[in-house]
């Protein structure tokens, strides 16, 4: 086509070809400009469905006036049919062959980077997904500006992702795990393909990779991509963390929206510029990567190597001694630490030791969860795996983990034997490992033992207040002990029957033991849950519930559970929110992973109007607590509280997919559909609330919308 004319553009030459299209550079004659032509694919015109429906999306795009998206200028048809877009031109090159040079130096990854999101932002408030971004739709003019192109082809070279063999194998590596599984995509797919393109930038390969795309959907979908600090010394610590953020499986832990990334690479930017953490590097190897080949770098790389290992033999090797020590017990370097405790398996004679077992299981994980620079996931979100035999590594992509501590419980009167291993289940590798075999009453000696190991493998300092802690005795009497966990097993089934023989149990351990502070707590929680869910009178339960709470707190003023639960006490039965709000901050200060009290304090701040401090405690109590129904759901109630009810539909939408009977996540999201206006899918949601939950505590809020709907009768039912 090269020397022709189509209409009134005279074709120059080819700039490239793809999947959807080749593009010419022209020069459009009646304007007297420069301008890129994109030639369709002929089906598309042939369609008239089709074409209609394309049309309609490159209108779309054409909306998105942004420095950093490519201007559509029209979109024309030839005399035999075919589709293509006129778009500004620009000189420069492709991200693509950009990094095909080596890899960025890393201001130019953040500098880029920031420009990507900021084009995607505009985007992505027009309601626009790209679904395609890769290097090759990022285009860098010469003056270093970010063009991203193809916005109004993506939904279109969606459809044979999948199908057309040798035509996409460019493309699937960038695509989202849910694009990969053919489920329903929002913009959080492009926060994914985001985070592939920043790691390629910086490391000059893909993070995941395979000459079969069948192999590579699987790995998108199940396996975890190296760190990039394991492949590029330098790479400051958060910006690992925004890749590692973008990358997360489930959409529902990534980024929310690209305004975050922006934000985050901007303070990425004002360290490095500052010096601060970001500015060590190999040196000479950032500023020859943009125009020297990889083999040229590792060359000079290797030179150097060698320079140092002539010069300075002693240094490499006490170097290369303190590695393999490190790497014999800590965790890969920029990975955060974190561990998932799995319910204790009860080898013991007795099946009714259950309960012994599973009170070991939650004492670990109080225990650890006091430890200020580990995260621990609660136990409400882990019981679950309770006789699971799910594969390690998709139990800790289920929790977002580095590390799983597995164990077992034998009891034999006053004997016990307790076995635990700490693994990586990433690498299938065994960090850790002991089996104890004490008395009865050295139980808190093999806790302690087990935190402490745990802590020193992982490398989390304990502080001494954190060490105190450690080595403190909740009770010297052992029956007192054993009462007690029988208390908490059954408080923890929270059946009206298990609570009250709950109640039973902490009564006997405080009868052996009245200075036992813990079954206090145990108590007073036990009757603010019988009371908040009218099990017994409130009347009845709040004032002993304050009153055991209050107890235990003077036996030992630094029990952070003990403030949390006092935190219920004050909010619900004496509204004194001051007070409440101060028990809920010291119960955190004493315990930075409390999932409890960091959920109540997000619960709290978002009905006082504390918008940030609430979505930032929930946010927390997800990744603490990420499996349990209520703090999802309730995640969904803040967006509604903040008026982002299109958040709210989108994140509540995922929690009912995944948790159908979430009854709480149903009435949310009717109240979501009802204040933006969409009143027949607010009343299908109100619908699902009446058939699968309890409704006794919503009438009114689902009477008055009801009303709000012109649905009278139904909203006096519920009221009569």
Known sequence: MIGQSVLHYEILSKLGEGGMGVVYKARDTKLNRTVALKFLPSHIGADGTEKKRFINEAQSASTLDHSNICTIHSIEETDDG?????????????????????????????????QISSGLQKAHEKGIVHRDLKPAN?????????????????????????????????????????????????????????????????????????????????????????????????????????????????????????????????????????????????????????????????MISRQRSKFLLYVIPVFILVLFGVYYFLSQRVVSPGIERSIA?????????????????????????????????LRVIARSSVVRYQNDNRDRRQIARDLNVTTILEGSVRRVGNVIRVAVQLVDPHRD????????????????????????????????????????????????????????LKGRYHGNNRTEEGLQRALDYFQQAIDLDPAFAAAYAGLGDTYMILGSNQLIPQNEAFPKAKTYIERALALDPESSEAYSALASTLFWS????????KALRRAIE????NANAIYKDAFFSMF????????????????????????????????????????????????IRDDPKNYAAYLYLANAYHLSGKTDEALLALERVREVGDIAWHKSVMAQMYAFAGKIDDAKVLLS
């Open 138 to 298: 990022i285009f860098i003019t010469n003056d270093d500006q970010i063009k991203i192109i193809d916005f109004g082809l993506a939904r279109f070279a969606e459809r044979s992702l999948l199908t057309k063999s040798g035509k996409t194998l460019g493309t699937v590596p960038y695509m989202s795990p849910e694009q990969a599984q053919g489920s329903k995509v929002d913009h959080r797919t492009d926060i994914w393909s985001l985070g592939i393109v920043i790691y390629e930038m910086i490391t000059g390969q893909r993070p995941f990779k395979s000459e079969y795309e069948t192999a590579l959907v699987y790995s998108i979908i199940n396996e975890d991509p190296e760190p990039v600090t394991g492949l590029r010394s330098g790479v400051p610590m958060n910006v690992e963390r925004i890749i590692q953020k973008c990358l997360e499986k489930d959409p529902l832990y990534r980024h929310q929206h690209v305004d975050e990334i922006i934000v985050d690479f901007k303070k990425a930017e004002r360290e490095m510029l500052s010096g601060v953490r970001s500015n060590i590097s190999i040196p000479g190897v950032d500023n020859v990567a943009r125009s020297v080949p990889k083999d040229r770098v590792n």
């Open 82 to 114: 075919n589709l293509f877009i006129v778009m500004a031109y620009y000189e420069g090159m492709s991200l693509k062959e950009k990094i095909e040079q080596g890899p960025l130096p890393l201001k130019d990854v953040v500098n880029y980077a920031i």
């Open 574 to 581: 004496d509204q004194d929110w001051i007070g409440g709000e």
């Open 608 to 655: 006082m109007g504390w918008h940030d401090r609430g979505f930032r405690q929930y946010l927390r109590s997800i990744e603490l607590d990420p499996l349990t129904p209520r703090v999802q759901a309730n995640l969904g109630l803040a967006y509604v509280l903040a008026g982002k009810y299109h958040e709210a539909i989108a994140h509540l939408n995922i929690v």
């Open 590 to 593: 004493l315990n930075p992973g």
């Open 341 to 373: 405790v799995l319910p204790f398996e009860n080898l013991s004679p007795d099946p009714n030791d259950e309960y012994f077992a599973d009170g070991v299981h939650e004492d670990i994980i109080i225990q650890l969860s006091g430890l200020s620079n």
């Open 429 to 484: 590798q065994t960090l850790w490992g002991e089996s104890y075999e004490r008395n009865f009453t050295d139980m808190f000696e093999i806790q302690r033992a087990i935190a402490m190991e745990i802590a020193t493998t992982l490398k989390a300092n304990i502080s001494s207040r954190e060490r105190k802690r450690l080595d403190e005795r909740p009770t010297e009497v052992p029956e007192a002990y054993s009462a007690y």
